[in-house]
């Protein structure tokens, strides 16, 4: 039984993954693992890439474009490892991450599953924690007050921001970038949510870990460089509706359907925050990233009712 199953799910991140995959390779030590890669469809070659230059590796190549959630678990049902790591394709171990967060599960046993921190490609540090999503924690996104003051611990709360992420501590959320997971808490609480498309699927598992008694933790004495948002750039509109039909699923399942309801009340005073001020900013601009944007939020407040 090998320490770590390292399941890398990836869509049309050929290079990145070569990348990931390389680094692992580099960077742990003092340990075994293996590494399933679940390939959803992709079209850049990435499938004959693993076939070729990374024999070892185990690749569920499917057919269509199955989620994330869907996909991870096709690969945890085949693992064999002690640990289970969801890592993205988009996300680069450094020395050691993997053997230190393995060694932090081993010496707590109540730890259901740990994260790493996180850096962006520049070097600085990306937040990779949050608390579980409240209707006041979106109230604070819809306004940009989280972003007005970041080092507030009021408003800085859901994204945990007035932290500098430099200490060991309980938390409520790691980031699915990278999520050390214990097999056997799996083999109790189920896999990750399939009807969750894509976002949230973490949310909702880290909650029902901590339902049942599994702590989550974050480890910050080892990190992984993470890009963010590898695989979803090229459909970014789309990842933003994906995004909150998703939020609003989690709500509608845990906190009941008034909640659900009154979240799109604030996604929507969101979107007209975004699209009213910020017309002839987007119409002006010259910056096709930021009309896309735009067009986003537009799109999301016409299709935000029948969420």
Known sequence: MPDVSIIIVNWNTRQLLADCINDIKSYTHDLTYEIIVVDNASSDGSQEMVRTTFPDVHLIANTENVGFARANNQAIRGSRGRYVLLLNSDAFVRDQTIAQTVAFMDAHPDAGMVGCKLRYADGRLQPSCTTFPTLFTELLIATQLERLFPKSRLFGTYRMTYWNFNDIREVDVIMGAYMLV???AIEQLGMLDESYFMY???VDWCYRFKQNGWKVYFYPYVEAIHLWGGSSKPVRVEMLIQLYLSRV???RRYYGTTSANLLKLIVGFSCLLRIGP????????????QRQKHYAFRKLLRVLPSM
């Open 200 to 202: 949230s699927e973490e």
């Open 249 to 251: 699923a989690f709500f």
């Open 278 to 289: 910020g017309f002839w900013y987007y119409l002006l601009t010259a910056n096709a990233q």
């Open 182 to 184: 214990r097999a056997t």
